[in-house]
């Protein structure tokens, strides 16, 4: 039995063939319809989430199963002081796979030691996002039509934001990738990833402030939003919420081909004038995420 705890779970192959596997469901969505007849997908959120628990749900169901779950700590027996190793075991009992998704850092992990299942972290506080990254590689080898060689831009909250962590994880993997981390001082990239994984590895990274400087030579910009839920105050949010605003008249800076992607949810960081640009491809980003969810769900349930 196989949990998906981080995209480092996967192997550079493994994690190629669940990208055509991913892409195969795209192009081939009746061959898949039944591939989970009589199975069930538990979808534990501790925390509020509309695309991953919803693509989920979107994605087991697509291939034939049921779901079933709780999509708020205060709707589950969590609230009356049920701990995270308590609930996998019984959710173990319902389900043939959980997404679980906690605001603490390591949740994910301590379910899957209990679990009887296949676990899945859905996002852990902000530590990693694995299933995100997943979309965001599909996005990428889909419509660039390579994971090398490539420079990112990774703009935003990227002490907080998990995607950045986990995508950054992720690419290390590939060759002649680097990274622009454009942020200000008080939201850098945390420094065990700018050591023990950037530095370590050799990755060749520079840090920005201003997005001006980094958009004219990248590939892929990732904006982030910044992560209200992880400030300690509302003061500093409020400092920090509209440090990066991607305009129309800022992207004549960036490439024809450059992609523009966003986990999602924007808040101010992309004006919604950018959407129509083809270069914006968040929301179909978003589509994606079902594909390499259902690719996922096939995987761990060791489908043939
Ligand atoms: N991208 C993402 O994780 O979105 P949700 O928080 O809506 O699941």
Redesign the pocket.
């Known amino acids: 039995m196989r949990h998906l705890m981080s995209p480092l779970d996967l192997s550079v192959e493994e994690l190629d063939n669940l990208l055509t596997l991913a892409n195969d469901i795209e192009s081939n969505p009746n061959h898949y319809a039944h591939a989970c007849d009589g199975k069930k997908l538990a979808t534990c959120f501790y925390e ?6 919803l693509s989920f749900e979107s994605a087991m169901l697509n291939l034939g199963g049921s779901v079933l779950g709780f999509s708020s700590a205060d709707s589950s027996s969590a609230a009356k002081g049920e701990s995270v190793s308590d609930t996998i075991r019984v959710i173990s009992c319902y389900a043939d796979i959980c997404a679980i998704r906690h605001p603490k850092e390591g949740a994910a992990l301590v379910a899957s030691l209990k679990s009887s299942i296949p676990v899945i972290n859905a ?1 852990d506080g902000g530590h990693q ?1 694995p299933t ?1 990254t997943l979309t965001d590689l599909l996005t990428i080898r889909s419509l660039k039509g390579r994971l090398n060689q490539l420079t990112i831009g990774l703009c935003g909250d990227l002490k907080f934001g998990r ?1 950045a962590h986990s995508l950054i994880h992720a690419l290390i993997r590939y060759p002649n990738v680097k990274f622009v981390l454009i942020s200000p001082d008080e939201l850098r990239i945390p420094s065990y990833i700018r050591e023990d994984v950037l530095k370590k590895h050799n990755i060749p990274f520079t840090e920005l402030e201003r997005l001006e400087d980094a958009i004219p030579d990248l590939d892929i910009l990732y904006m982030t939003r910044v992560q209200k839920e992880r400030f300690f105050n509302e003061e500093d949010y409020v400092r920090m919420k509209d440090f990066y605003i991607l305009t129309k008249d800022k992207l004549k800076l960036a490439s024809e081909d450059m992609l523009i992607l966003h ?3 924007r808040v101010n960081e992309i004006s919604v004038e950018v959407d129509d640009d083809p270069r914006a491809v968040y929301f179909k980003q978003a589509q994606y995420g079902v594909y390499v969810r259902m690719a996922l769900i096939l995987t761990l349930l060791n489908w043939r």
Do not use: A, I
């Open positions: 509020p989430s509309t695309r991953t628990r996002g996002h995100q995607t986990p999602l949810p």
